[in-house]
């Protein structure tokens, strides 16, 4: 059943988390296509979780945290929730899950193959910060679905939000790592993000079943604003003259 399924994929990403935590991975990388100074020996080991914690990158962890989640979450309980208007007489007719997950899956595979060039010219930063306001504003759209044109139109201004998005984000979180660093900082980047993608929904799922998936919606759009929010936060601390001066 359900509860078994989005469970058993909260336990596991938090295993995946716990084995994470075990990793050590030397600052020295061996790639001989790195420059020397790139590639400076010490006796340091920086885990996991120690990169997670530095001030270069816990606005963007936070964000692909919360991306995830929001991400997964529509993913995981849109057929419920489209099953659930057509048995409460929300919707005319039932509408099909297939007219949703597909266009909107299919709509980020396109938007990251032909718009990469676009998030490039505008500012990644910039794509960013307008693109998070309308992956909430989707999700809150999602809730006036009544008829398969609506799901239709929501799955692909979903799908473009979120194909905006995820590339936006890697590449800035990416671009402020060193070399000999983003390795590892990829693989936080993706353990971040599958384990909000399944842990929100184990979340999520019980707030559907108390307050319903209208107020479960709108509780995750406002997660997205709230993310957004502490982004620009911490982004606007960490580049003022004072911090930098310290």
């Known amino acids: ?27 020295q990388e061996s790639d001989a296509g790195i420059p020397a100074e790139e590639t400076k020996i010490t006796a340091e080991n920086d885990g996991y979780f120690s990169a997670i914690l530095k001030r270069n990158y816990v606005s963007g962890f936070l964000l692909i945290l919360v991306l995830g989640g929001g991400y997964g979450t529509v993913i995981q309980f849109v057929t ?11 919707s005319v007719q039932q509408i099909p899950a297939s007219l949703f997950i597909p266009p909107a899956l299919i709509t980020v595979a396109i938007s990251r193959l ?81 384990s909000s993608f399944y842990g929100f929904a184990f979340i999520m799922g019980p707030l559907a079943y ?9 509780v995750l759009a406002a997660i997205m604003l709230a993310g957004l929010l502490i982004y620009i936060i911490i982004e606007k601390v960490k580049n003022s003259p004072a911090r930098n001066s310290n």
Do not use: Q
């Open 210 to 218: 108390r307050i319903g998936y209208f107020k479960m919606f709108y």
């Open 80 to 90: 419920p929730y489209l099953d659930y208007l057509y048995r409460s007489s929300l």
């Open 114 to 194: 032909l718009l990469s060039k676009i998030t490039d010219h505008w500012g990644r930063n910039k794509i960013i910060l307008a693109n998070f306001p309308l992956f909430a504003l989707t999700i809150f759209f999602i809730t006036i679905i009544r008829s398969e044109y609506a799901a239709l139109a929501t799955a692909i201004f979903f799908g473009l939000s979120y194909g905006f998005l995820f590339p936006a984000l890697n590449a800035v979180i990416l671009s402020r790592a060193e070399v000999r660093h983003r390795g590892k900082i990829a693989g936080i980047l993706v353990m971040l993000f599958d």
């Open 1 to 27: 059943g359900y509860n078994c399924y989005f469970i058993g994929s909260f336990a596991m990403g938090l295993m995946t988390i716990g084995m994470l935590s075990l990793v050590a991975v030397s600052r």
